[in-house]
C-alpha cells in the first residue's frame, strides 16, 4: 500500500489551501482514510476521516467548518482542502490510512496502518 500525498505550501493567514493524496498497491473498498497533522514540538494531531466505500466524514472539532475531507473513487484520491487559515496550521500534514476503520472512533494516530510523507504548510501571520 502506498500513500503519495501532495500540495502544501507557504499560505497567508486566511488564505486556502489543499492536498491531495494519492492510493495505489490495492483496492481500498474497506480502508478509512484519514488526515493528521503534527506542529513542531508536538503530537501528531487527528483532522479528519472518510470512509472510502460510502464517503462517511468525520471531524476533529478543530477542524469542522474550516477542513472539508473528500474522496474520489475512480481517482483513487483523498483530498483536504482548508480555509480560513491561522499560523497555528502550521504543521506538517499527513494522509493515512486504516483497515476496517470506523470514522467516529479511530482518530488515534497508532491506529492507522500505513501513511504517506509528509508534507509541509506554513502559514503567515
Known amino acids: 500500500v502506498q500513500l503519495q500525498a501532495s500540495g502544501g505550501g507557504l499560505v497567508q493567514a486566511g488564505g486556502s489551501l489543499g492536498f491531495s493524496c494519492a492510493l495505489s498497491?490495492?483496492?481500498?473498498?474497506?480502508?478509512?482514510l484519514g488526515w493528521f497533522r503534527q506542529a513542531p514540538g508536538k503530537e501528531r494531531d487527528f483532522i479528519a476521516s472518510i470512509t472510502w466505500s460510502a464517503g462517511t466524514t468525520y471531524y476533529a472539532g478543530s477542524a469542522k467548518g474550516r477542513f472539508t475531507i473528500s474522496r474520489d473513487n475512480a481517482k483513487s484520491t483523498v483530498y483536504l482542502q482548508m480555509s480560513s487559515l491561522k499560523p497555528e496550521d502550521t504543521a506538517v500534514y499527513y494522509c493515512?490510512?486504516?483497515?476496517?476503520?470506523?470514522?467516529?472512533?479511530?482518530?488515534?494516530?497508532?491506529?492507522?496502518?500505513?501513511w504517506g510523507q509528509g508534507t509541509l504548510v506554513t502559514v503567515s501571520s
Open positions: 493515512a490510512a486504516k483497515l476496517f476503520g470506523r470514522p467516529s472512533t479511530d482518530y488515534r494516530s497508532d491506529e492507522y496502518n500505513y
Open positions: 498497491g490495492r483496492t481500498f473498498r474497506n480502508y478509512l
